[in-house]
């Protein structure tokens, strides 16, 4: 991998992070087309993408550094300094509180699924293309549906759930955490931009928790060069992130999410017929 190869592979994993639609996807078919993925050992395309989210984990934290301290400090004040029922705590503990609960499940899901995720089907392009469009069906149904009521203050234990199981089908490539989980706060009546700030703030502790593991895992394989590479590609996937979080917050305001949808359903074709064509591989 090139320094050049390295600083579009952040651009890229920046911007899909939070757009729904799909990291995995673009990076996959970007490492194809650039060869980078090892057919031999694909857990180290799955250790480099997970490492370099670490990148947009910072861009959510300086984006929401006021929110999350606030969540942060009412969280343990709350809980364990004046120990109040659920019921009783303010905005800030009760979000705490649904983040760890939306969180649960993708922690269940891929530990249980790590050796699936991190092998060559995850890797397998007909699969990326068909959870683009499948999302894309879904979050078309969604916006069709919803009726865009509430507001982050209005989500329930249940809807937390909910919304952490879609976040969980973010770990099949192509699906995107951003995207399956604005579809999961659509269909629980969120409005467009409540969906994708509780999107954002849920994915901390997964984009954390992953991002952590894999880098200790990548350890074995990383040599100088390869560090470096990391270094640039999580430096720039920040940078990205940062633009991606702050342009998709103001577009959902007054607009849709039919512009991704169509743009998922294209592209999720195209890789088809790229594929058909034999331009590149499975």
Same mark, same amino acid.
């Given at each position: 991998?090139?320094?050049?190869?390295?600083?579009?592979?952040?651009?890229?994993?920046?911007?899909?992070?939070?757009?729904?639609?799909?990291?995995?996807?673009?990076?996959?078919? @970007?490492?194809?087309?650039?060869?980078?993925?090892?057919?031999?050992?694909?857990?180290?395309?799955?250790?480099?993408?997970?490492?370099?989210?670490?990148?947009?984990?910072?861009?959510?934290?300086?984006?929401?550094?006021?929110?999350?301290?606030?969540?942060?400090?009412?969280?343990?004040?709350?809980?364990?300094?004046?120990?109040?029922?659920?019921?009783?705590?303010?905005?800030?503990?009760?979000?705490?509180?649904?983040?760890?609960?939306?969180?649960?499940?993708?922690?269940?899901?891929?530990?249980?699924?790590?050796?699936?995720?991190? /092998?060559?089907?995850?890797?397998?392009?007909?699969?990326?293309?068909?959870?683009?469009?499948?999302?894309?069906?879904?979050?078309?149904?969604?916006?069709?549906?919803?009726?865009?009521?509430?507001?982050?203050?209005?989500?329930?234990?249940?809807? @937390?759930?909910?919304?952490?199981?879609?976040?969980?089908?973010?770990?099949?490539?192509?699906?995107?955490?951003?995207?399956?989980?604005?579809?999961?706060?659509?269909?629980?009546?969120?409005?467009?931009?409540?969906?994708?700030?509780?999107?954002?703030?849920?994915?901390?502790?997964?984009?954390?928790?992953?991002?952590?593991?894999?880098?200790?895992?990548?350890?074995?394989?990383?040599?100088?060069?390869?560090?470096?590479?990391?270094?640039?590609?999580?430096?720039?996937?920040?940078?990205?992130?940062?633009?991606?979080?702050?342009?998709?917050?103001?577009?959902?305001?007054?607009?849709?999410?039919?512009?991704?949808?169509?743009?998922?359903?294209?592209? /999720?074709?195209?890789?088809?017929?790229?594929?058909? @064509?034999?331009?590149?591989?499975?």
């Amino acid at each position: 991998m090139t320094i050049i190869e390295a600083i579009i592979l952040g651009i890229i994993q920046g911007f899909t992070e939070f757009l729904p639609i799909s990291s995995t996807g673009h990076l996959t078919v @970007a490492g194809k087309l650039l060869g980078l993925i090892s057919e031999d050992h694909p857990e180290q395309w799955t250790s480099f993408i997970a490492v370099i989210q670490l990148g947009t984990l910072v861009s959510i934290l300086i984006y929401f550094w006021k929110d999350l301290w606030n969540i942060l400090v009412d969280f343990l004040k709350e809980n364990f300094k004046e120990r109040k029922s659920f019921s009783n705590q303010g905005f800030n503990s009760r979000t705490g509180w649904l983040i760890i609960i939306g969180s649960i499940p993708v922690v269940i899901i891929g530990i249980l699924f790590k050796d699936l995720i991190e /092998g060559s089907l995850t890797k397998n392009l007909y699969v990326i293309s068909c959870s683009l469009i499948g999302l894309a069906i879904l979050l078309a149904i969604a916006e069709k549906t919803a009726k865009f009521r509430k507001e982050i203050k209005d989500i329930s234990i249940v809807n @937390a759930l909910f919304i952490g199981l879609a976040q969980a089908f973010a770990l099949i490539p192509g699906s995107s955490r951003s995207g399956t989980t604005i579809t999961g706060g659509l269909f629980v009546g969120l409005n467009r931009e409540s969906a994708a700030r509780f999107s954002f703030l849920l994915s901390v502790p997964a984009i954390l928790g992953s991002g952590l593991l894999q880098l200790y895992e990548a350890l074995e394989f990383v040599d100088s060069s390869m560090a470096i590479n990391l270094i640039i590609s999580t430096l720039f996937s920040g940078i990205s992130g940062y633009i991606a979080i702050d342009f998709l917050l103001k577009y959902l305001r007054k607009n849709t999410t039919f512009l991704f949808i169509y743009y998922r359903i294209a592209l /999720g074709l195209i890789i088809i017929i790229l594929l058909s @064509a034999g331009i590149i591989s499975v």
